[in-house]
């Protein structure tokens, strides 16, 4: 019985470094199994919950955490030079369920660097809203919006970069809860093609 825990869990390992390996691999022209985004009229994006979107989504993430980081030496320049370092989370669970924050801890070129990520989980819509704020700028970025679909994640937002327009979406892969992976991707021309420019692989401190 324990062999065969064993392997479960080694199975599942070996299935979240698969996603992260795939994910730093991934660049200009990728679709990312994102799909086709929807946009209303207006031109805003259509932003719709899964069925199964709750506010227990992102109970895996409490508690803390041990981060593989890599992140794009340069965005939406056709750059494939990867910048590796690691960090550290610490997430708790707010407003009766509905809402989460983490901090997020590392150092940028020897100084220390300190991020936050709020979430709140509209019970109306369903949707879940991620604001970000860190201590180079102290302002909240725009939030990304979306939900799970079992364990696959997507957040979107319209955003602009060096003063273009762009996509943002954030992905969160829960498969293996343990060994959660999440990256960042923008999109210069409305999903067409998507650069991931960040990611991550967590495992739970000890």
């Not at 979306?146 to 273009?164: A, P, Q, R, V």
Request: with cysteine.
């Amino acid at each position: 019985m324990k062999k065969l825990k064993w392997i479960r869990s080694l199975m599942m390992c070996v299935t979240s470094l698969f996603i992260a390996n795939s994910i730093y691999g991934q660049t200009n022209n990728t679709n990312l199994s994102i799909g086709e985004l929807k946009f209303t009229a207006a031109g805003e994006l259509d932003i719709q919950p899964s069925a199964t979107s709750s506010q227990n989504d992102f109970d895996f993430l409490v508690g803390k955490w041990v981060l593989k980081d890599k992140k794009l030496k340069s965005r939406l320049t056709n750059n494939n030079e990867w910048i590796e370092f690691e960090s550290t989370v610490e997430m708790h669970k707010l407003l009766n369920g509905i809402g989460n924050m983490d901090v997020y801890r590392t150092a940028v070129d020897g100084k220390p660097f300190e991020g936050i990520a709020l979430r709140l989980f509209n019970p109306k819509t369903k949707l879940w809203s991620i604001y970000w704020a860190d201590s180079n700028v102290g302002v909240m970025d725009v939030p990304v919006v979306g939900s799970f679909e079992g364990n696959l994640g997507k957040f979107f937002c319209k955003d602009k970069f060096k003063g273009k327009d762009i996509i943002v979406v954030f992905l969160w892969d829960k498969t293996d809860p343990n060994h959660p992976v999440w990256s960042q991707a923008f999109s210069p021309d409305n999903g067409k093609t998507w650069e991931v420019n960040a990611t991550n692989t967590s495992h739970r401190a000890k």
